[in-house]
T-cell receptor, first 111, second 111 residues
Framework: QKEVEQDPGPLSVPEGAIVSLNCTYS??????FMWYRQYSRKGPELLMY????GNKEDGRFTAQVDKSSKYISLFIRDSQPSDSATYLC???????????FGKGTTLSVSS | NAGVTQTPKFQVLKTGQSMTLQCAQD?????MYWYRQDPGMGLRLIYY???????DKGEVPNGYNVSRLNKREFSLRLESAAPSQTSVYFC??????????FGPGTRLLVL
């Protein structure tokens, strides 16, 4: 089983839709969880950062962590064409020395 | 405040040639990282430097060497490029166990 699993999509939604992006992970020791957004031909950009379980909201974005299920989610409300990108989940490894990434979900929001 | 910068942006090499990818950060971070990103494989860690003066292998170190020149700069060297090293290379920096911040990437094509 891979350490981090993420559905690659692609996911296509109309403008204004609520988007749900998800990752599962296998190592219960992970404590720090991130979501990155990557536009085509650009570097990953940190979007959300959460520690342990719970929710964190930032504008139209909400990150959710359920450690009991080893499941993390990113919700995007009122999605915009500018949200079209690849979204990568990531977790800090046990040693704190590196990020373990999901392979990314490609999102397309049409106007 | 430029964040993480990488040079060059794009490079074409012939098999067997060598080159050095340069990375610099101005966020005073202790840790720096080199990743490669390939279609279907996601981001994979090549080498990292937890602090100035130290370097360690990541998931895919074969064929690469690194130098942590000072706190700001971390270079990646390909001694004898192979077509399998065709990829997009990203440098990142962070404080230990904190989210990483990525550069814009170097696209490398090895013929």
């Amino acid at each position: 089983q891979k350490e981090v699993e993420q559905d690659p999509g692609p996911l296509s939604v109309p403008e204004g839709a609520i988007v749900s992006l998800n990752c599962t992970y296998s190592n219960s020791a992970f404590q720090y969880f991130m979501w990155y957004r990557q536009y085509s031909r650009k570097g990953p950009e940190l979007l959300m950062y959460t520690y342990s379980s719970g929710n964190k909201e930032d504008g139209r974005f909400t990150a959710q962590v359920d450690k009991s299920s080893k499941y993390i989610s990113l919700f995007i409300r009122d999605s915009q064409p500018s949200d079209s990108a690849t979204y990568l989940c990531a977790m800090i490894n046990q040693a704190g020395t590196a990020l373990i990434f999901g392979k990314g979900t490609t999102l397309s929001v049409s106007s | 405040n430029a964040g993480v910068t990488q040079t060059p942006k794009f490079q074409v090499l012939k098999t067997g040639q060598s080159m050095t990818l340069q990375c610099a950060q101005d966020m005073n971070h202790n840790s720096m990282y080199w990743y490669r990103q390939d279609p279907g494989m996601g981001l994979r860690l090549i080498y990292y430097s937890a602090s100035e003066g130290t370097t360690d292998k990541g998931e895919v170190p074969n064929g690469y060497n690194v130098s942590r020149l000072n706190k700001r700069e971390f270079s990646l060297r390909l001694e004898s490029a192979a077509p399998s090293q065709t990829s997009v290379y990203f440098c990142a920096s962070s404080e230990p166990s904190q989210p990483q911040y990525f550069g814009p990437g170097t696209r490398l094509l090895v013929l």
